[in-house]
Structure formats: structure tokens, C-alpha cells
């Protein structure tokens, strides 16, 4: 779900094509072969029969009404899917799924941005393509329109007031629809091989000296060996970050919560800190020299061998993952979560809200519509419906597991399964998730991270979602890129070389202010204290 966010050129030199078709009340949408028309909608006997729909009346709609939506899919049939034909006979409103692949949608996207042909529903803009286009009225302005739209004003109104102004414009106005509760609670963290721990007798760590003893262990049974190895390059300083508190969904900018100011993560005393340790960890040879530069392939051959590496940091599918690579030549392979490494004993915190889709409604004649539908996809029972399916159609309950009778031959249900079978899971088109769906099945090696950190609430706090305007927006830009690009190359210098010390570290503050560290610190402090303006 990852996507560059500044794009601002491409909305600056085509917003005049946008508003030229838009302002005319276009639709946005060619003329499909079988018309703009549907059939007269079904009027379920029970409207209630679907569940919560969080104060919302179906169908929807009280004449035939059709809508064209743009998300991402691999497949080409949607219109025909058991997702489609739901919609329909709840809501009344019939959707025309253009679908996309993954490969070629923001090609799409563009063109279709640059046509002046909005489908009804799009996403995938950056938020500040999208309020440029929003503030010439191309796409609707949600907030004007809470009258109509319970789950969004309960949601993002009512229960979580800080949304408007993290993710509106200047003037209030939001254009984005958010998504909810599509995270897990733990996705990435320290793994360490238990097979290797339990054979030497070392016990998994529970802070930061620890891990350290551990990983002297480790070494001293097998001296050829670097026990932790990285494949994630620069970015293990942001991965490490959280644990000493200094990490965030901003990184290397972060919000210190005690002091409630943002401040700039690789000029503070606990990054140091970490550097340290990691210094003193790749001198007595217990972190690869290679964590800076390692291949994927190189990484996975040094954590899948007998001998080579035992800890690392990554995606938590990965202890299943390597363990079914391996298990024929090694049955007791055990790869598993491990504790937080950091004086704060904590982990990363995954947003339960976020804008990172865009999704966003054209400003047309299907407006209200469109609104309507996103809201129901919202509710609680439009949730089980674009994730889960139909409840005695497609999946019954068995204790708190959704299980699919049709797919019994499927070795592994995911949310791929779901999509090409039922049209289920579509990017650019679920808003919201039941959390009884297929993709918070865990493995028992999963079920262990969630628990571990869960369980300990070893979570660091969320930082503030904070808003800027266009002008800090393109200084941002301008100033970010080449300081992390130093940051990161003093970080590394500082670890591999061994003449860095406290002098080099005090050339590099000074570098960091003079390069924008406190320019970008003050754009957010001013951000912070518009949202605290508006949220109290």
C-alpha cells in the first residue's frame, strides 16, 4: 500500500482539463454496453436481514442507478462477481467495476485524470493531488454531506475528531474517504532462530543487554557466524527506532511524546544511543558487515542455513515462510517472534485509520450515490460483505473462523482466493474490515506476535497524523530526501568506521540543522499546533 507522495506536477498541468469536463455535471464515465441504466433494484423483503448498517435505509437508492469505480484488480470479470450482484440487490445501486492491474492502474489512473472522465469513484491520487483537484470542486468535499453519511460522521466525526484536520484542507474541507481497521496489530519485528537458542541453551532476550548476551552466545558456539543479519539496508535505523523512542510513520521526523514537540530523529541523544550499539555489535563481529549492502537472496541463505545468521528483523509471514523452504532438509528449523530490542521495549504502532488509498468521489450527478455506497461499505455489515462475502452463501462460522465450503480444495483461503473467486478484497474499494476475515488468520507463529506484543502492550504511541499546506508541503520535498540521504550515510560511517566518535557526531548536528533538520522540525511543530487548535 506504499506510494510516493509528492507528485504535485502531474494535478498542477492537468487540473484545467479536469475542471473543464467536471464543471458541466459530466459523470465521468464512457458509455458502457449496457447502459447507464439499471434494472429496477430488488427490495429485499427484510432490509434488516444484512446486518448493522449503521443507520443507513436499504437499498439506497429509489430509482435505478449505476455507478463506474476504478480499482485495482488482476481480474477482468468483476461486474459479474458475487460482490457486484450483492451490492445491487442491498443498495439498489449497480456498480460498473473498471479494473486495473496492479501493474498498469496509476498509467490508468493518469489518463484518466488528464481525460477529465472521472469514474464516480477513484483512488490512488496524493493526498496533495487530491486536495488540489478537490479544491476546484472536481471531487466532493465528504464533510458537506454528514447529514447522509452515519458510519463516516460516527467514525471520523464523532470518534476520532482529529481526521478532518489531519487529512482536510486549510479550509475543513476532506476529500478522502479513510480506511479502517485493515492492519494487524504486529506485522514486523525481531525474528530469532529457537531451534539455535533452545540447542545452545539461551534464552530469548527481554531487553536490550539481553539480546546482546544472546548474541554473544551465538557467536562464541559459532565463531564464523554473524548472528544478526539485515536485508533491509538504511531503513534498519527506522526499523530499530521505535525501541528507543524515536520512531514513527514520519521517521526521521518523529513526535516525542513527553515534550509534545516533533523533533528530528538522527540528531537526538537516543539515536546516538542506538548507533552505539550497533557499533559495538559490528565490531565484536555480532552484526553482518554486510547489513548495509545485503541482497534479499544473500539475506535468506544466511538466516535458512545451519550457521551463518540468527536474528533478524522483518515481515512476520516469514516464520512460516522460511520454515516450509527448509523443512525437508532441516524439520526442526523454528524461526520465531522475538521481543522488542531498545531501552523502551517497545515495537512499532500500526494506524488502525489511514488515507493512504485516496478514494475519493467525483463531483457529479452520482455524487450522493456514491457517497451513500462508500458509507454502507463502511458499516459493520458492508465490512463482512467486501471481506468476508455473504454469511450462508459463500462462508459460515465455525466458532470465530469464517470457513468457505466451496473452496475446500484450496490448500491455503487468503484474500487472492477471495478476490478471484467472489470479487472480495478489491483495492480501491473496501473501506473498512471484520476482523473475522480470512487475513487475520494467523498461524500459530503469528498468533504468538500478535499475543507477545499484545499482551505486554509493547506498543509505542502513534504519532500525530499531521496536515500541511501546499508551501510546506513542497518544502518538505525539497529538504527531505538529500537529509535522510546524508543521515543515513553519516549512520552507517559512524557504525563501519571506527574513528567515529563523539566529535563526528557533533559535525553531524551541526550538518543536519545547516541541511533544513530544524526547518522541517518547525513546519511540523506549526502543523501540530493547527491540529491541537482544532481538535481541543
Not at 17 to 40: N, Q, R, V
Not at 312 to 331: A, E, H, M
Amino acid at each position: 500500500m506504499t506510494k510516493k507522495w509528492f507528485r504535485m506536477a502531474l494535478v498542477f498541468t492537468l487540473i484545467i482539463s479536469i475542471l473543464a469536463a467536471c464543471s458541466g455535471g459530466d459523470k465521468g464515465a464512457a458509455p458502457e454496453k449496457d447502459g447507464d441504466t439499471a434494472p429496477p433494484p430488488t427490495t429485499p423483503a427484510n432490509p434488516d436481514q444484512y446486518g448493522d448498517t449503521g443507520g443507513l435505509a436499504l437499498p439506497l437508492v429509489d430509482k435505478p442507478t449505476t455507478i463506474n469505480w476504478m480499482v485495482v484488480s488482476e481480474k477482468t470479470n468483476l461486474n459479474d462477481s458475487l460482490l457486484a450482484k450483492e451490492i445491487e440487490k442491498r443498495t439498489g445501486i449497480k456498480v460498473n467495476f473498471q479494473a486495473y492491474s496492479s501493474a498498469t492502474f496509476q498509467d490508468k489512473l493518469k489518463v484518466t485524470v488528464a481525460s477529465g472522465k472521472l469514474p464516480d469513484i477513484i483512488h490512488g491520487l496524493t493526498p496533495p493531488e487530491l486536495k488540489k483537484i478537490g479544491k476546484q470542486k472536481a471531487v466532493v468535499a465528504i464533510n458537506e454531506y454528514l447529514d447522509m453519511l452515519p458510519n463516516f460522521k460516527r467514525m471520523y466525526v464523532d470518534e476520532n475528531p482529529w481526521v478532518i484536520p489531519s487529512y482536510g484542507d486549510e479550509s475543513g474541507n476532506i476529500y478522502t474517504w479513510p480506511v479502517a481497521n485493515i492492519n494487524r496489530d504486529v506485522n514486523h519485528g525481531f525474528l530469532y532462530r529457537k531451534d539455535i537458542f533452545d540447542e545452545l541453551g539461551i534464552k530469548e532476550w527481554t531487553n536490550t543487554d539481553e539480546f546482546y548476551q544472546a548474541l554473544k552466545k551465538l557467536k562464541e558456539a559459532y565463531p564464523d557466524s554473524y548472528p544478526y543479519a539485515s536485508k533491509t539496508k538504511e531503513h534498519i535505523f527506522r526499523d530499530w527506532a521505535f525501541g528507543w523512542g524515536i520512531g514513527g510513520a514520519n521517521y526521521p521526523t518523529y513526535y516525542d511524546e513527553t515534550a509534545k514537540v516533533w523533533k528530528y530523529a538522527t540528531i537526538q541523544p537516543e539515536h546516538k544511543e542506538m548507533l552505539d550499539f550497533m557499533k559495538k555489535l559490528y565490531n565484536e563481529g555480532l552484526l553482518d558487515p554486510e547489513f548495509m549492502t545485503d541482497t534479499d537472496d544473500s539475506w535468506t541463505a544466511k538466516m535458512t542455513s545451519g550457521n551463518k545468521s540468527f536474528v533478524t528483523y522483518d515481515w512476520i509471514g516469514r516464520l512460516d515462510l522460511f520454515y516450509n523452504q527448509v523443512k525437508d532438509q532441516n524439520p526442526n528449523y523454528d524461526l520465531r517472534y522475538g521481543n522488542p530490542v531498545g531501552p523502551t521495549g517497545n515495537g512499532k504502532t500500526i494506524e488502525s485509520i489511514t488515507n493512504g488509498f485516496s478514494i475519493a468521489v467525483a463531483n457529479n450527478d452520482n455524487k450522493e450515490a456514491s457517497l451513500k455506497l462508500l458509507d454502507y461499505l463502511t458499516s459493520p455489515s458492508g465490512a463482512t460483505l467486501v471481506t468476508m462475502g455473504v454469511e450462508g452463501e459463500t462462508f459460515k462460522m465455525e466458532g470465530d473462523k469464517a470457513v468457505y465450503p466451496e473452496l475446500t480444495d484450496v490448500p491455503l483461503v487468503d484474500i487472492s482466493v477471495l478476490e478471484d473467486r467472489y470479487g472480495l478484497w478489491l483495492q480501491g474499494l473496501y473501506v473498512n474490515s471484520d476482523k473475522r476475515s480470512v487475513y487475520f488468520n494467523y498461524t500459530e507463529k503469528e498468533q504468538e506476535a500478535q499475543d507477545k506484543l499484545l499482551n505486554g502492550n509493547k506498543f509505542e504511541p502513534l504519532d500525530p497524523v499531521v496536515n500541511f499546506t501546499d508551501d510546506e508541503t513542497a518544502t518538505i520535498a525539497e529538504i527531505q530526501t538529500s537529509l535522510k540521504k546524508l543521515a543515513d550515510e553519516f549512520n552507517a560511517k559512524y557504525i563501519l568506521n571506527k574513528n567515529y566518535g563523539e566529535a563526528q557526531w557533533q559535525q553531524w548536528q551541526v550538518q543536519a540543522e545547516k541541511q533544513g533538520a530544524k526547518q522541517i522540525v518547525d513546519i511540523f511543530n506549526a502543523a501540530q499546533k493547527r491540529l491541537d487548535e482544532a481538535t481541543n
